[in-house]
């Protein structure tokens, strides 16, 4: 990328990296996320922001995704009432779906983002 002097990193990280999760959701036998998961994805936002301003000049973009409630198909089979407590705290009412998070990722690879650099964007159903 640096060599073409063009290119996007987009990387991701959670929702937990920006705020504690709530413990009222994970009642048993769901265990609250630990403290280096959001530690860990907080690191990754301030990663995005680091090498966007390292590879800025270079002409390579870096920018974060945020994800919000998406809990793995096991989880969703498996513990159908924290799906349910998980959807009650997203202001849609409900956890996201895999094929959300394609357009925003391409959004951030693609030209059409080509001044955006070291944001972290949620997607998350508020």
């Known amino acids: ?49 680091y090498l966007a301003v390292h590879w800025a000049k270079k002409g390579v973009r870096c920018n974060c995704i945020s994800l919000g409630s998406f809990p793995n198909k096991m989880v969703q089979g498996s513990h159908p009432r924290f799906v349910d407590r998980l959807s009650q705290k997203v202001s849609m009412g409900r956890i996201s779906q895999p094929e959300e998070i394609g357009s925003p990722v391409h959004f951030l690879l693609s030209d059409d983002s080509s001044y955006m ?10």
């Open 117 to 126: 650099i070291g944001q972290n964007l949620f997607i998350d159903g508020g």
């Open 1 to 49: 990328m640096e060599k073409r002097y063009k290119g996007s990193i987009v990387l991701f990280s959670s929702i937990y990296g920006s705020v504690s999760p709530n413990p009222r959701i994970y009642e048993s036998p769901m265990d609250i996320n630990p403290i280096e998961y959001g530690v860990g994805k907080a690191g990754i936002v301030q990663m995005t922001k």
